[in-house]
């Protein structure tokens, strides 16, 4: 059984001779500064800007229904759901966004970049799923709803009331029934796409603290 | 700043590949890390001032990019085989065994005790290692004593 210090050598003989083989020039280096970057911060950035995408999309419809149901009633529901859920949100999210378009701490030693990292990513996905679980409810009703508005317009269900209290509770029940179930799935995709890296980084920074703890 | 940037990458890219053999175990997961460090180098030096030497700058982003940074993807060739094939009609047949259990033991390491052992191979000392990892060199002399006798049970069981 050699030592470890016989390995040390016999690594670093070895490495060089491997590492010289892999030598890339210098004109290499400049082309693989121009390539897409595949960091977890970058692809949470890229999700961020899809979830902003989707926002925005979101409170578009919602502008536009007073101007196709031009009641008091409905242009307060649109105003006040515009003022208190979308904006607000819409300016977290943005500001989210550029947090994380800043955000940079690899340069920082390995204990301090992995509390940061944690910490950034817990706050992104508490973000994503919050946001995500708002918009399923009003994606849901607002859908149900023009729906139906537009099958009346065609000629079909004249007997419907679109805006009878009634149909209003059951799309508004649907919309709750699909927001529960969208709970655990939300839930198992966030874990799916990020849980299993964000406990990995976790892990190691539990390893970092531990030696500390030897004291 | 480019050429600069490239220069201080080109002289010293040996601690690249070395980050990038120790955690990745095919030569696609490779050659992905080496790109990503290079992107986060560059994003980095430009708030690169010199406090530290450009070599702890250079294990502390290498580092932090590989244990960090991106998701491993799911493997298909392990590195050990690769490495295998490569040294099979090597001369020097008692180190290159050596060396193979070497990266075989170094495998069922943990991410951190990789980034210690990597530096301890590389001759740093614990000061240097402890401004990388982010703890005291007391600590690091402690976890490296650690990794030694953990390795070494690892030697034997793979000899």
């Known amino acids: 059984m050699m030592e470890l210090e016989d390995l040390k050598n016999i690594w670093k003989d070895k490495i060089d001779e491997d590492i010289n083989a892999k030598h890339i020039a210098q004109a290499q280096i400049s082309t693989l500064l121009n390539q897409r970057s595949t960091s977890i911060i970058d692809k949470l950035r890229k999700n961020l800007l899809w979830e902003i995408v989707g926002f925005c999309l979101c409170l578009f419809i919602v502008i536009c229904i007073p101007f196709f149901f031009p009641t008091i009633t409905i242009v307060f529901l649109c105003v006040t759901i515009v003022a208190v859920v979308f904006l607000p949100y819409l300016v977290y999210y943005v500001k989210k966004y550029r947090e994380l378009q800043q955000f940079s701490s690899y340069h920082q030693d390995l204990k301090t970049n992995l509390t940061q990292l944690i910490l950034q990513m817990e706050k992104y996905l508490k973000i994503y799923f919050w946001g995500s679980l708002l918009l399923t409810p009003l994606t849901v009703f607002l859908s149900g709803f023009i729906i139906l508005y537009e099958i009346k317009a065609l000629g079909f269900l004249l007997y419907f009331d679109t805006f009878h209290p009634s149909i209003l509770s059951t799309l508004l029940s649907l919309a709750l029934l699909i927001t529960l179930i969208s709970y655990p799935t939300m839930k198992w995709y966030i874990r799916k796409m990020y849980g299993r890296h964000l406990e990995k980084l976790k892990k190691c920074l539990q390893e970092i603290e531990e030696i500390q703890e030897v004291d | ?159």
């Open chain 2, 1 to 159: 700043m480019e050429q600069k940037f490239v220069q201080i990458i080109n002289q010293n890219q040996g601690i690249l590949h070395k980050v990038c053999r120790i955690y990745c175990t095919n030569t696609t997961e490779r050659e992905d890390l080496f790109q990503e460090i290079i992107l986060q180098l560059w994003k980095s030096f430009p708030s690169f001032r010199g406090e530290s030497k450009v070599t702890t700058w250079m294990y502390r982003i290498a580092l932090n990019t590989a244990i960090s940074g991106i998701r491993k993807k799911k493997i298909t060739t392990t590195g050990l085989e690769l490495f295998t094939y490569q040294i099979a009609d090597h001369p020097q047949q008692n180190n290159e065994e050596e060396l193979t259990r070497l990266y075989k033991s170094i495998e069922q390491l943990s991410d951190v005790e990789k980034s210690i052992l990597l530096l301890y191979l590389e001759d740093k000392p614990y000061d240097e290692i402890a401004e990388i990892i982010g703890i005291t060199a007391n600590h690091v002399a402690v976890k490296m004593s650690r990794i030694k006798d953990k390795l070494r049970t690892l030697l034997q069981s793979a000899s």
